[in-house]
């Protein structure tokens, strides 16, 4: 046998296309994991994309809530690979060896003060997850929160067909209105922006080592938010260019992550983890789209 220690991929040969799986593109679709929910892992199961082609990647905290985390992501991972019609090419689970946040409530997770420090250590569990799982014939990477708990089956196919070096959706959360007392939907993340003059005029006047996180008031940056650009009228594949993005579902050629585009886990441009990629890209000469009327759901604790 010719070779037999050496294996060889030729980079130019690995297409990420708009017709991904027609052509046997593969995926890894990474999740960072500080909870686990079953209606997350049903969801990714009834992804439509060719499970041969798609590999798993998740990075679990090391802390208490991790250690139930794993036991219930192993169980979980064992009964999709014993069944032949979810059966994905391969599941790698990492334990983080960085620190993470010990309060995962909402309230203590969302607070202004706690943001860089939170999105800092974020963005080292991505880096460690995306460039750990990685391989050479990975033509997409789907960045999907383990809180995203519904997307359309057809995601993927979906995602690709805009052949973007990055495309994001719209993370909204459902909800029961009070004002109507009936099932209802909001925005959930407003980290997909477009740059604005305002956002522009508190970064220059930042210390270098600030950051604006967006979705507060304290920090009013008057950028265009994707999250308030859905219509439910229009077509669901409408795009629009946007300078920051969020981690919910974001599909990206692996080729950016390959050119060195990662998470900032300092400020970059004056931002962090996921907006700091999006820079990052972006000055890696790769463009940023979001896709405004293409809905997820966000879980509702
Ligand atoms: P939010 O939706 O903006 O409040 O952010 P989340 O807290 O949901 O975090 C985004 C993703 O990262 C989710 O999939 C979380 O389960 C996961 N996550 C949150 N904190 C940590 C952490 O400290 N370590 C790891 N590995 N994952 C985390
Ligand atoms: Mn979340």
Redesign the pocket.
Known sequence: LPNKHISHYDLNKLTATANGLANKEEVLLL?????FLPEYWDNINKLSYDHSLISLGF???RTNDGDEVLIKLEAAVKKTQADKKTRFKKVTILR?DSD??LS?A?KD??ALAVQKE?RA??AV?RNSLVFSTISPSTAWCLWL???IVETPPTLIQDLMRHDKPIVSANVFQRFHNPDTNKPDIRP??FNNWVESEEGLKIAASLKEDEIIVEGYAEMATYRPLMAYYYDAKSDIHTEMALDGI???AVLVKADVHRDGAMFPSFPFYHLIETEGFAKMAKRLGYTVFGLPNYLVY?YNE
């Open positions: 999740s960072p994991m500080s909870k990075i679990i905290p983080q993470s946040l995962q909402e997770r969302h939170r250590m974020m569990a929160d383990a809180d959930y993340d969020g981690g919910g966000h």
